[in-house]
């Protein structure tokens, strides 16, 4: 696998980016960049922390997602039960874990015989990439814009974009990125994803999420400019671009459809055939 340096637009091995590795990730954000995204990072950190949203027993990660039982990790949990069923009977798959956050899924794969690439912005102990000590398993962890995976030259046979699909500028460009180094019968899997029928709700939900969070640290809670959620309407991108939609429950999803604050849940799949 190679990767663009950080500060200029060639490709170099891993090998040849030591110098960028510390702690077991790979900071590849620009000299530019690091600045402003280390504050944004520590700012995120300390409303995480304060939130009580970070998970400090380090004796839970290792058998995550199935060692939490709150909601969110229920949610997680029905993601690897189509996960295992769609790389079934397979070992050995290079899997890109886009948005991997404190690299469960990453831990879980690698466990499972594969080589993992985890992918995340955030790197701390706890709420990010950092969190990799925490695991007996071994991946590659890097530090890279999510949106940023043209960066990489590699042909994987599994790109998971994590629970992250509604965080993007361009979702366009990023599957068409995310298409280029994806191997002949490789598999993107988009997971958890909300579909709101009313997207109204969740917008004045995340601004006040947003003013709080800008109120308290002198910046945006969304690091880019993104939307930051599913409308019903998002889900013409995924037939126009030829990508399977499936329910998590089409009973539960059934009964959200007279629920306009509750969103829909979904993941969704997409095969490269040529």
Known sequence: MKIWHPNNKVFLSLNDLENYHLDGIYNLISDEDSQQVNYFLKSFEAYRGLNKLKITNTKLYENLPFSMHTSQWLERQKDIKFIDKTIEGKTNLKILDVGAWNGWLSNYLTKKNHQLVALDLFT???????????????????????????????????????????????????????????????????????????????????????????????????????????????????????????????????????????????????????
């Open 124 to 274: 701390d102990k706890y709420d990010g990439l950092g969190a990799n000590k925490y695991y007996n398993s071994k991946y590659i962890s890097i530090q890279l814009y999510p949106d940023e995976i043209f960066r990489i030259q590699e042909a994987f046979d599994l790109i998971i974009f994590n629970r992250n699909w509604a965080f993007f500028q361009n979702p366009q460009k990023v599957f068409e990125d995310a298409k280029k180094i994806l191997s002949t019968n490789g598999t993107i899997l988009f997971t958890g994803l909300a579909f709101y029928k009313n997207p109204i709700i969740a917008k004045k939900q995340l601004e006040k999420t947003n003013n709080d969070f800008k109120k308290s640290y002198g910046i945006p809670l969304l690091y880019k400019n993104t939307k930051g959620y599913l409308s019903f309407d998002d889900k013409l991108f995924f037939k126009r671009n030829g990508i399977y939609i499936f329910s998590y429950n089409p009973i539960k999803n059934f009964v959200k459809s007279f629920f306009s604050k509750k969103p829909k849940i979904y993941y969704a799949t997409y095969t490269k055939d040529t």
